[in-house]
Each structure stands twice: as C-alpha cells, then as structure tokens.
C-alpha cells in the first residue's frame, strides 16, 4: 500500500488537473491506515463544554472510534474519559448523560470518581503491593485542549498544540465564538443519523458550494414560496464571497446568503413583528466589534470544516457535525444545534425553526446530501472509472465558493497524513 | 367532550388505516386533506423522545405551511432523497382512543414503517401520538407526533418520506 498511496491523488498545480482515486472511498486498507495516520494523528472534536454544565455532570460518546466520557469533575475541570474499565475492559459509563458522583463498574465493581482517578476496590488486599491505585485511573487521550468552548482530543503525545493545528480556523471559530458575551450553547437533542458512503464525501459535501442549486433546488423553491427574495443573493451568486484554505486542511466557504440568520440578520419571512427587535440586537453587534466585524458575524454564513471530521456551518442557524467511518461505505454522523448562551426562548425557536428547514435528517436539504454521497459511493463499484476530478477553479486566481479549493485544501493534508511514512514520524516525534 | 362522544377504537383505527394507505400509496395530496388548517406533524430527536421543539433540536417540527411544503416538494421532481419515490409499507398497531381534552380526541398507535430502495430494507419502529378533532366530514389530524423507539437514525440515515 505505502507505494500505492502516492497515487490516491494526483496534484497538477501548473496544468491545472486535481484527481482523486476512488479507491480512497473503497478501500478497506486505506480505511485501515486512515484511522493509524489521521484519527489516531489529529485533533478530533470530542464536545462543547456547555454539554456539561454543572459538577458531575457527563455524556458518554463514541469520539474517533473509542467509547469515551465527557465528564466535569467534582474540581469543575472537565476531562475526556477512555470508557473502559483499567481492570479488564468493560464500560464503566453505560448510560448516554447524566449527573454522576462516581463511575461503578458492573463487572468487579471498581469505582472512579469524577476526575476518573480509582477509588474503589473490592477486596483490594488480595492484590499485591505492586499493586497501585493510582495507577489505575481511566485513561485519557494523550492530549485534550478547549478552544472557546470546543474541546478536541489527540492520541498522539507528539502532536502540535491545538492552537496551532487550528491555524486559520481560529478565525471562524472566533466568529461563531463570538455570538454570544455569555458564551455559547449546544441546545438538546441530537440529530444522531447515518450515510451509507465514505466519510470523506461528506467532509467535500459540507462545503460543496458548486452543488447548492442542482441538489438543493427543493429548498431554494421553499424559500421562495414563504417570501425570501432570492434575486442576485443566492449560492449561484453569493456576494461578500470568498473561499479560503485556512491550513492543516481546514477550509471555509464565507458568503452573504438569502435566507435569515437567527443571530441578528432580519428576513421578512421571521415576521414584521421581530424586525426592530432584530435591528436592536444588531445595533449591539455594531457596538461591540464595529461595523465591519458585525456585517460579517450577523450577515455572512460560513460552511467550516476542521481537518478532518468537523463541520460547523453558521448557516440559517449554527450547526456542529462530526462523523466517524466503521466502513469505507458506512459512516456515523452526529450533528447538534449551536446558540447564544443568553438567547431568550422565542429567538430560540426561532432559531430551531430556521434550522430544520435546511438541516438534519428530516430536514428540506440534508436527506438529498445523503442521497447524493450515497449515490456516488454506489457509482465507485465501477472500478474503470477509477479517479474523481477536483480541479475546479484551480487556475483562478480567486477562486469562488463554487470551486473546489476548500476539497483541495483537504485532499493536500489527507495526501500528506497518508504517505508519511510512520517511521519519519517517529524520527520526528524522537 | 364525554365519553359518550369519544369516537369509538374501530372508527379511529379505520381513520388510522386509511392514513396509512395513502401515505404508502404516495397519495400526498389526498393525505393533506386529513389535516386541520393549523396542523403539526413532528419527529422528536431519538435522545428526546419526550422533548418540546420550541427548546429542542427535532428531527423535524413542520407548521402547516412546512407541511404543506414538504408535499409539494415530495410530489416534485427536485426531492432527489425520494425520487425515484420509495416503497414504504406501515404496519398500524396497538391503538387506543385514550381521551379528549377539550375537543382534541388524544389517540396512541404503535407503528412499523418500512422503507425499501436500492434493495435494502429500513426499520422505522415507534409510535404515534395523535390530537385529532372532529370536523364536520369526520376525524381531521391537529397533531401528529411519530415518537421513534429507534436509538438513531442507523442505519436509515434520513427520514425523507412522511413518517
């Protein structure tokens, strides 16, 4: 394979010619070295910290493969947990969240507390005196750092810092970050679903700006039915537009967009009623970062991706969505709802409004997404056509949101990641 | 509303089964016509069974006019989630008429939904809360919530039809 992999993406900058072989969506072996040389590699999004507001509290989760518990401990420092007991194995969390002074479990009986460190053994005198406690507390990744509130963990002690492997995406961080003084909040629920394709179709999906009008046709028609005037301010001819490689693969579309932002962007369609109360809470955008950083905050949608599994669109609400591969043709998503921490009840549901016209499973957008990844992955089984192109706006010298340089900026980073060797890594760690 | 007015289990499960028959018969606009004015139709999120979608992120939460929009688009040509449209096939079971506040009749029924296309075969298993009323041509929906028992959308991936 390690000759093989220099072939998984054919990179032309002079020609202009990008080409990705579809064996990466295929193959069982590159899933394989996926996990060893991206998920075991990079930071990967575990939570928000606002999942766990209060001491005690904790949601247990698959993050990267791993059962894992987001848990604030009893000192409020909240930890990411390995979910398996250091006796012999089992899941010491088996509930999906809740408020808990310990972790019990239910195979010997070993107990943790909320910081994770070992506090009960039954019969512990019939161990050793090698036998240490302390050295018993669950594991936990080998690194695990919060940026404005979302908490990523890296198995690889050697890894760069997260600030620094965020690199650009700081910056949209930041403007989402920055919607609330409070801070901001995952709102219950999880749209917990499922794509029958490889991974990597959804990371291209979720900033795929050239698709927006032949696949989301049904939604634009929905806009126009309620009202949204959607001339000379849609996908096909964003305003304020750019497409930007914020490095380490992680990509943003950034563009002025039809429909309304529940943050403080007014559309007819939220009612008559709303629009000073609109126009009041954009002053304060104004106030507080200037004119220019609050056009950009309340009237411009971003389609984020983090190398290599996170998504947040700030779209016509904010969603966060990360997705995992237990198959080259099967992947688990999860996907929550991001708000303003001090948002009242109304602005609220008006926000979750907005968001299920467009997003999630059952919304008017994202079922026809999973029926296109799902769609391609069927169309890979044609083995002869062996490479699909990204090539689009290459040779422009500022490419649009409907060009493919966000994909590239990805394609170049998981090309890298791939075909390093592991021994130059170790070189380097050493 | 007295008990004396209640509708009886076999009327509603009559206007239950003509539901079912022609959702799965893609009889959309027909099926609309079952609908008040003001009706809702709502899948909770699966870790939310119980939740309320003005605080919490649903699966779905139509008003009427996304209702009425999700047909509209349905029978179009551009769902390309349901076009070709799927076959689904829902089993209706387990209902009780179990009683009315005001003059909404509150009715409970267990479903199985199955979904097929490109050969493979989706499980949507759960059950339905219903507020119906009593219109002057007969039982109209005002509510309808489909509570999945599904622990995710795994590996269905969508819910592109109505459930």
């Not at chain 1, 760069?160 to 700081?170: F, Q, V």
């Not at chain 1, 709102?187 to 991974?199: D, E, L, T």
């Not at chain 2, 007295?2 to 959309?28: C, H, I, K, M, N």
Request: charged content about 25%; aromatic content about 10%; hydrophobic content about 40%.
């Amino acid at each position: 394979m390690d000759s093989a992999a220099e072939l998984f993406v054919i990179d032309d900058q002079d020609a202009g010619i990008f080409r990705v072989n579809r064996r990466a969506f295929t193959d069982a072996e590159c899933l394989e070295r996926e996990r060893r040389h991206v998920f075991d590699r990079c930071w990967i999004y575990a939570g928000h910290e606002s999942e766990v507001p209060h001491a005690g509290d904790f949601q247990s989760r698959n993050v990267a493969g791993r059962p894992m518990i987001l848990a604030r401990g009893d000192d409020r420092i909240v930890r990411v947990l390995l979910n398996t007991c250091t006796h012999r194995g089992s899941l010491v969390c088996r509930q999906k969240s809740g408020n808990a002074k310990s972790f019990q479990c239910p195979y010997h009986a070993w107990t943790y507390n909320s910081r994770g460190q070992l506090i009960g053994v039954p019969g512990e005198d019939s161990y050793s005196p090698a036998f240490k406690r302390e050295e018993f507390a669950l594991a936990q990744p080998a690194q695990v750092d919060n940026y404005r509130g979302f908490i990523f963990v890296c198995f690889d002690p050697s890894a760069d810092t997260l600030y620094d492997y965020l690199a650009g995406a700081k910056e949209y961080l930041d403007l989402v970050a920055d919607q609330s003084e409070l801070g901001m909040r995952v709102v219950a629920g999880v749209q917990a679903y499922s794509a029958r394709a490889n991974w990597k179709l959804l990371v291209e999906n979720s900033y795929d700006g050239y698709h927006g009008l032949p696949t989301h046709q049904r939604y634009f028609g929905f806009l126009s039915d309620i009202g949204v005037e959607m001339r000379g301010n849609n996908l096909g001819a964003p305003r304020h537009q750019q497409t930007v490689d914020l490095g380490n693969g992680h990509a943003v579309l950034e563009y002025q967009s039809a429909w309304g932002r529940p943050i403080a962007h007014w559309v007819p369609s939220f009612g008559e009623h709303r629009k000073a109360h609109f126009e009041e809470l954009r002053r304060r955008f104004d106030e507080r970062f200037g004119a220019e950083r609050s056009r950009r905050i309340c009237e411009t949608s971003r389609n984020l991706g983090v190398f290599p599994n996170l998504v947040i669109n700030d779209i016509m609400a904010i969603t966060i969505r990360t997705f995992f591969p237990l198959a080259p043709d099967y992947m688990e998503v999860n996907a929550w709802a991001l708000a303003p921490m001090d948002e009242s009840a109304e602005d609220s549901a008006l926000r979750l409004d907005n968001f299920l016209t467009f997003l999630g499973p059952g919304g008017f957008a994202t079922p026809d997404d999973v029926e296109m990844l799902e769609s391609c992955q069927r169309g890979f089984a044609n083995r002869e056509v062996a490479w699909s192109d990204i090539s689009r706006g290459m040779k422009r010298e500022r490419p649009s949101v409907t060009d493919e340089l966000q994909m590239r900026a990805f394609w170049r980073r998981w090309n890298q990641l791939m075909t390093e060797p592991q021994a130059a890594r170790a070189r380097k760690a050493a | 509303m007295s008990a004396a007015e209640l509708p009886t289990r076999q009327e509603v499960e009559d206007f239950l089964y003509r539901e079912a028959g022609l959702l799965d018969e893609w009889r959309l606009e027909e099926w609309l016509e079952l609908l008040t004015e003001d009706a809702v139709y709502q899948v909770p999120p699966t870790d939310s069974p119980e939740g309320d979608a003005r605080n919490t992120l649903f699966i779905i939460a139509d008003d009427a006019v996304r209702i009425r929009s999700r047909v509209k688009q349905l029978l179009g040509k551009f769902a390309w989630a349901e076009n070709p449209h799927s076959r689904t096939r829902r089993m209706i079971a387990n209902v009780r008429v179990l009683g009315a506040d005001g003059e909404e009749i509150l009715v409970t029924a267990n479903f199985a939904v199955y979904r097929m296309r490109y050969e493979s075969v989706d499980t949507y298993i759960g059950h339905y809360n219903y507020k119906l009323v009593r219109g002057s041509d007969g039982l109209r929906i005002k509510e309808r919530r489909a509570i999945l028992d599904n622990e995710a959308l795994r590996p269905h991936g969508k819910i592109s039809f109505i459930l």
